[in-house]
């Protein structure tokens, strides 16, 4: 039966969405390959006219990033509403996808309604950490299992025994632009000139040079295209170190030593779950000792979370 794919990467100003989503085709197309899978924008809303052509396809995957959120009616980033629940109307899978900031308040009755409607009873839900997990247990949403965000499920011991510890001379760097702490991010420039030879950054949001040129000078700037960030991992000998969380995974995933700059509760709910390699932003004076530690990278996976959520669909083909 054809799926759907909801695609973060359609519409988007940040280049982080397209990491997540290599990953999320990359799944789908190992899952169904005999199937036809179209991609649907997250970003943009669906237009009224196209709606009735959903009836034709029987699942709909939405992968990897911070979509979900407490008030979906607020500056929500997925453009979904009412007039799309008669033709998703549980069909909506989740596919590592987390849950936007810690949020304090009670999911709003509107929100609750939308993802009871919009979400797979039938099938297994794959959240990114343990506090999506909790959230949507509370309004009622049970068949959820914790696989952590598709771009690490790679990340096997295998994979990162392959990564080396020790310090190079090169560094690449990010920074985000909506979550600024200026003496804190000028900082960590400092920190990143004393101790490498050569210090580079990628754009990942479209909005981080201007803030990036108010902090320093005397970077070099690698273009901000995911080839061009690919590139120069690849052909580079560097160690990556700065805020964008999957930035940072993307250079694990090019067997390059990382450490992130945790400034949200994504990087430090994988941390807490899976051991990913956070320094919180708080906490900015110990990079200077850290970026010199040589500790192998190993990453606790949840294998068994990911093959029960895969498994699912296998059983129905």
């Not at 008030?71 to 929500?76: G, V």
Request: aromatic share 10%; hydrophobic share 35%.
């Amino acid at each position: 039966m054809p799926k759907i794919i909801f695609d973060t990467s359609v519409g988007t100003t940040n280049l982080g969405d397209h990491i997540i989503m290599d990953a999320v085709n990359h799944i789908a197309d190992t899952l169904f390959c005999d199937d036809f899978v179209i991609n649907m924008p997250t970003h943009l809303a669906i237009h009224p006219k196209d709606l009735p052509k959903l009836r034709h396809y029987d699942t709909a995957f939405v992968g990897g990033t911070n979509l979900l959120k407490n008030n979906t009616l607020y500056k929500s980033q997925w453009k979904i509403g009412i007039k799309d629940l008669g033709f998703l109307f549980h069909k909506v899978v989740l596919l590592g996808v987390g849950w936007w900031q810690y949020q304090d308040k009670a999911v709003s009755p509107y929100t609750r309604m939308m993802y009871r409607s919009l979400f797979s009873k039938k099938y297994l839900h794959a959240v990114r950490d343990n506090y999506t997990k909790q959230k949507l247990n509370e309004i009622g949403i049970k068949n959820v299992v914790n696989t952590g965000c598709p771009t690490v499920w790679m990340l096997d011991e295998p994979h990162c025994s392959q990564i080396n510890p020790k310090k190079r001379d090169t560094v690449v760097t990010t920074i985000t632009d909506y979550m600024r702490d200026p003496e804190k991010d000028r900082q960590l420039f400092d920190i990143l000139k004393r101790h490498y030879q050569r210090v580079y950054v990628w754009i990942q949001g479209a909005k981080d040079k201007p803030y990036i040129e108010s902090l320093t000078t005397d970077v070099q700037y690698i273009p901000p295209k995911l080839a061009a960030f690919d590139s120069f991992l690849r052909d580079e000998p560097c160690d990556y170190v700065g805020t964008r969380l999957h930035a940072g995974i993307r250079a694990l995933q090019k067997k390059r030593k990382a450490i992130i700059i945790g400034i949200d509760n994504r990087a430090l709910e994988m941390r807490n779950d899976i051991g990913l390699n956070v320094l919180e932003r708080e906490r900015i004076n110990a990079l200077e000792e850290k970026i010199y530690e040589e500790m192998p990278v190993k990453l606790y996976l949840d294998t068994d979370a990911v093959e029960h959520w895969k498994a699912q669909f296998i059983k129905n083909k």
